[in-house]
């Protein structure tokens, strides 16, 4: 089955500064690669999806970008905000193929914004 | 839209005992899956659900059960309670009708206390 790594565990960085968070995969087939924000005592909120035709795709401040030779993915925060703080998590799916709602999940990245 | 609901959001079991939890998801998605979350194994997938048929299982023991009705809300049970079953438990909706995986929505989860 699928593996997902998923690196820093935890990342501090200045307000204003950029965060990165990079993750891998163990799967060729698997095509759709979500990122989600979890706040505590919430459930995970997506902030932004990517799929394997597309290699970078930006939303305001979140960019992901993704090399599949490598297997791999990573998510861009610029401009980092208190607000960001919070555990992201980074998954991947579609190796089954048709009607695959299965999410392989890494390990979260707990990520501290310093004011 | 209203997002995925869950009910209830804590519980606190003893060993031996049964637990049922309810997930309704977005309006119009078809597809619930449910995920279990703790400190030591991250989120794993459970299940599943996609016109009342489960799609697909993750590697959980039989103990672990669900199912979805004609309006696509679903519950999971799980039997004969475990310390280790503690956990937050996620349910996620999509459209589930696409050739591919579909964005999931989580909800807030519901904790679950085995004592």
């Known amino acids: 089955g699928e593996n997902v790594e998923q690196h820093p565990s935890t990342l501090s960085v200045q307000e204003g500064d950029s965060a990165v968070i990079k993750c891998t995969y163990s799967d060729s087939a698997s095509n759709y690669f979500p990122w989600y924000k979890q706040e505590l005592g919430k459930g995970p909120q997506l902030i932004i999806d990517?799929?394997?035709?597309?290699g970078e795709k930006k939303d305001q401040r979140i960019a992901v970008t993704l090399n599949k030779t490598a297997k791999h993915f990573s998510l861009h925060i610029t401009e980092t905000q208190p607000e960001d703080s919070a555990v992201y998590f980074c998954?991947?799916?579609?190796?089954?193929?048709?009607?695959?709602?299965?999410?392989?999940f890494g390990t979260g990245t707990r990520l501290t914004i310093i004011p | 839209k209203a997002g995925v609901t869950q009910t209830p959001r804590y519980l606190i079991k003893t060993r031996g005992q049964q637990v049922t939890l309810s997930c309704s998801p977005i309006?119009?998605?078809?597809?619930v899956s449910w995920y279990q979350q703790t400190p030591g194994q991250g989120l794993q997938f459970l299940f599943e659900y996609f016109s009342e048929t489960q799609r697909n299982k993750g590697n959980f023991p039989g103990r672990f059960s669900g199912r979805q009705f004609s309006n696509s809300r679903s519950e999971m049970n799980v039997s004969t309670l475990e310390l280790g079953d503690s956990a937050l438990y996620l349910c996620?909706?999509?459209?589930?009708?696409?050739?591919?995986?579909?964005?999931?929505?989580f909800g807030p989860g519901t904790r679950l206390t085995v004592l």
């Open positions: 990517i799929r394997s035709n597309v």
């Open positions: 998954a991947a799916s579609g190796e089954l193929g048709f009607g695959n709602e299965k999410l392989t």
């Open positions: 996620a909706s999509s459209l589930g009708t696409s050739g591919t995986t579909d964005t999931q929505y």
């Open positions: 309006s119009g998605h078809r597809s």
